[in-house]
C-alpha cells in the first residue's frame, strides 16, 4: 500500500505554474497516482488572447494527459482553475475565490516563476520573489494547509561550489529591492541590474536565491520544504519516456545541434552536466510534499534534486550520445549534418563560429535572396549564440551539491512508494536516457513521425553530397588562384605531378613483373 498516494486521497491541492513544464508533469502523476485526490485547484492567467477556461481546455488536450486520460477518464473534473495573476497585488484573486481556497486548501506546490535568463529584474522581482512573498501571505491564512511546497533551483547559489540543503543569506535584503521597484524607472533598474547581481550570472537565480530566503523569513508557522531541481530535462519513465514540450535548458540546445545549425559549444568536457528527468524532480516533490505534511520536520527541509554526485554525467558524454542518436536517428530537413563539438577554448570557438556558423548562414541567407524568398538563417544564428552566451555559465563550472535529505527521503518511503515515486538516479543509464530525450525532443517538441527518419537519412546523404561538390569546387578554385599567381606554388605543383606520375608508373612496372 502506498503511503504516499493515499496521503494525496481526499485532499485539496493547489498548484502554481501547473501550464508550464514542470506543473503540467506534477498534475498528471498527482491526478494518476491518487485518483481520489479531491480537487486539484490550478492559479491561470489569461494569455495571448486565451481566457483561463480556454487555456485550461487546451491544456488537458495535451498529450502528457494521454495516460491519466485513459485511467480516469473524467480526471478534468477534479480540476478546479482559478483566475489570477502573480505579479499583482493579492495575486489578482477575486474574494469569492480567495474564500475558497483559504477553506479548502489542503497542501501548495508553488511552481509559477519566469525561468528566462534574460528578464528584466523588474518582472523577475516581482513574479519570483514578491509573487513568492504573496502567495505565502495567503497561505499562512489558510485553514487547513499541512504542506507548502516551493519549487526553486540547484543553481540559486550557483556562486558557491559546494551546495549545502540550507538557505545562505540573500544577494541583497529583498525588501529594500522591493522598494526599489516600486519607485524607480524601469529604465533605470536595467541600467544598475549588472551592479545589482554582482556575482549572480542573471535575474533568473537572482531572485530565486532571494525567493529561499523569503520563504524562510516568513514562514511563520507553516510546514514548508524547499526542492532545489538543477537542469530540468525530458521525462525518464513518465507519463512517457522522453516527453518534453520546452526548449529551455538543454533541450533548445539538443534540437539546433541535430539540425546541424550549432556546430560548436562553449562546455567543459569534464565538467558535471547535472541533469535530473523532470519525472525524478516531480516524484521527489511528491514524495517531499507527503512527508512533510506526515512527519512535519521541526525546521524548514531544502531538498537538492541532483544528479552529479550520486550518479555523474559530463558534458563530453553528452555531447557523444547526442550526435550518435541524431546520426542513427535524424532530424527532418537538418541545415548541415550533425556535427557539434565542445570547445572550453574561447578562440577556437571564435573561429568555428565564423567558419561552421556565420559562414554558411550568409551563404544559405544570399540563395534564399536570389531565389526570391525570406533570409532567416543568419537571424536564428543570431539567437542562438545570444542563447549559448547565456548559457555557458552553467557548461563550464560544476558544483557539489549535497543530497543527504534525498536520501534521507527516499529511507522514509516503503517498497511501493519507492517504486511509484522513483527518484533513485542511481538507476539512471545516462546513454538510453539521453537517446530517449532525443527523440522525445522530435517526437514532441517538433512533432516529427518516426516513420519519417528514412527520408532524413536520405536528405542527410544529400548534404554530404552537396558538401563534398562545393569542398572540392572550393579547393579547385583556390588552388588555380594559388597557381596563376605564384610561381614557387607552380613549380612545387610540378614537382608533386612529376613524382606521382614517376611513382604510377613504378607502380605499373611492379604489377607487370608480378603478374608475368
Ligand atoms: C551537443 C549538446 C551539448 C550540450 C552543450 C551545453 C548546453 C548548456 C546548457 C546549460 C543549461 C543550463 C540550465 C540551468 C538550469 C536552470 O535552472 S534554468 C531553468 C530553465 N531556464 C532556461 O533554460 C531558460 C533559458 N532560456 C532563456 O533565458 C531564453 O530562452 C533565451 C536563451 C534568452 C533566448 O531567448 P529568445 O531568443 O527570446 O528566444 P525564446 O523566447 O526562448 O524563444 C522564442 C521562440 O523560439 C522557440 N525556440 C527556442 N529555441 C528553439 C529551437 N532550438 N528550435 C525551435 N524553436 C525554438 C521558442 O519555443 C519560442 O517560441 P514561441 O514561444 O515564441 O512560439
Ligand atoms: N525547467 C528547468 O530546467 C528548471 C525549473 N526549475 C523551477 O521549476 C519551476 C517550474 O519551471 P518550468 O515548469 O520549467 O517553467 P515554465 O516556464 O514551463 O512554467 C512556468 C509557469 O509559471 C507560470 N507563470 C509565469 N508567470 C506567471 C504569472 N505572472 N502569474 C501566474 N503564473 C505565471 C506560467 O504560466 P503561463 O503558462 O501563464 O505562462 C507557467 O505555468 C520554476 O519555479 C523553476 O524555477 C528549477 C530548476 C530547473
Redesign the pocket.
Known sequence: MSSVSAYYNGKNVLI????????KVLMEKLLRSSPDVKAVYI???P?AGQSMQE?VANMLKCKVFDRVREDCPNFHEKIKPIN????QPKLAISAEDEEELLTRINIVF??????RFDEPLKHALQ??AL?TQRLLELARQMQNLEAFIH?????ANCIRKCIDEIIYPPPAEPKKLFDLIEWLDESIIEDITPKLLGDWPNT?TYT?ALSEYLIQQEKGNLNIAII??????ASWHEPFPGWID?F??TSGIFIAAGKGILRTVIANNEAVADMIPVDVAINLTLAAGWYTAVHRPKNMLVYNCTTGGINPFFWGEMEQYVMSTFKRNPLEQAFRTPNAHLTSNYLINQYWITVSHKAPAILYDLYMRLTGRKPRMMKIINRLHKSMTLLQYFSTQSWDWSSENMNMLMSHLNTEDKKLYNFDVRQLHWSEYIESYCLGAKKYLLNEDMAGIPAAKQHLRKLRNIRYAFNTTLLVIIWRIFIARSQMARNIWYFVLRKEAKDFLMLMAIGDTCFT
Open positions: 502554481t505554474g501547473a501550464t508550464g513544464f514542470m506543473g492559479l491561470v492567467r494569455k487555456r489570477a495573476e502573480l505579479t508553488h511552481c509559477a516563476a519566469t525561468v513574479l519570483n509573487g519549487i526553486s533551483t540547484a543553481y533568473y530565486k532545489r531541481p538543477s537542469i530540468v530535462g520546452n529551455n535548458g
